[in-house]
């Protein structure tokens, strides 16, 4: 037997430990993914713009933590507007929705949501904790503003913390940006832009975590699934270019939602801030879209 023979045995023993090492890198490294994606992302913002007529408040939440965010006053009678950021981001991507909704008189809220800015928070959960948020932001609009009709605008992970909240009946009208339908689809998508289509693979790699780094399933993150049971005017929004969250799941998103309801489709966007990438349209269509819903209603009995 000659050297090369005898050489081949012993390469072929060593492919189950080649593939064992490399199945084992490839686990490694998903959960490494896993960390990055639900780490906190802690800024120092500060205060508000000096030419805002805004205040900071602290709110606490009844997880024991607290959310940080600024509050304007507006115009009695035009209603109040709550705004929540997107993922790893913070109340200053909302600055200007802020503007032109204090403009039209709205008094408006920007919070940053747990484990972003300057609220508390050990992890990102995706809208599942987040949602502790939500309901001491929109308490502390009740409190501040009696008797005054109150909307959400939520961007990405804000809108899918709104709709995880339940909070919906206890609104006026909300306006959902970029939203994911489940968690699953969310996952799978940014995988495939990464990876290509062998990346969705990789997805329940990701997923089986969810309960051992958040404490959460991902059956409770499923907007698409709470949709139906809003119980507030809607309007769907996302680009006809966005990878993250497809056309086609913002239609499915738009068509679980209970009437009276708006979508729409910004052309050439992608998973971008809406209001930056067309300004002149978004204000327009966000604007008349409050106005109509959240301008004060007569109790004058009718003639």
């Known amino acids: 037997m000659n050297d090369q023979a005898a050489a081949r045995p012993a390469r072929r023993a060593r492919w189950p430990l080649l593939l064992a090492t490399a199945a084992l890198g490839g686990v490694a490294a998903v959960a490494l993914a896993g960390g990055w994606l639900s780490r906190p992302a802690p800024a120092s913002i500060g205060p508000p713009p000096a030419d805002w007529r805004a205040v900071t408040v602290r709110l606490a939440t009844t997880d024991g933590g607290a959310v940080v965010g600024w509050f304007l006053r ?13 993922v790893r981001a913070d109340r200053r991507q909302m600055a200007a929705r802020a503007r032109f ?43 501040e503003l009696p008797g005054e009709r109150v909307g959400v605008i939520g961007v990405s992970l804000g809108a899918a913390s709104f709709v995880l909240s339940g909070a919906g009946p206890t609104v006026h009208a909300a306006v959902l940006e970029s939203m994911y339908p489940t968690i699953d689809d969310a996952v799978a998508n940014r995988l495939a832009m990464r990876f290509g289509a062998p990346g969705r693979w990789l997805s329940p790699l990701l997923l089986w975590q969810l309960p051992l780094r958040l404490d959460v399933s991902a059956g409770r993150l499923r907007p698409l699934a709470a949709m139906p049971a809003l119980g507030v005017p809607v309007l ?27 979508l729409w489709a910004v052309e050439g966007a992608a998973h971008v801030d809406l209001c930056e990438h067309s300004p002149a349209a978004y204000q327009q269509r966000v604007g008349a879209f409050l106005a109509a819903h959240l301008a004060a209603r007569s109790t004058a009995p009718a003639p």
């Open 101 to 143: 909704l204090a403009a039209a008189g709205h008094a408006v809220l920007l919070i940053d949501l747990p484990a972003h800015g300057e609220s508390s928070g050990e992890r990102i959960t995706f809208g599942a904790r987040e949602a502790a948020g939500v309901h001491a932001a929109l308490d502390h609009l009740r409190r």
């Open 236 to 262: 769907v929004a996302s680009g006809t270019h966005d990878l993250q969250t497809p056309w086609t799941e913002t239609e499915q998103l738009f068509a679980a939602a209970a009437a009276p309801k708006e």
């Open 74 to 86: 507006g115009q009695p009678g035009r209603g109040a507007v709550l705004l929540l950021h997107g």
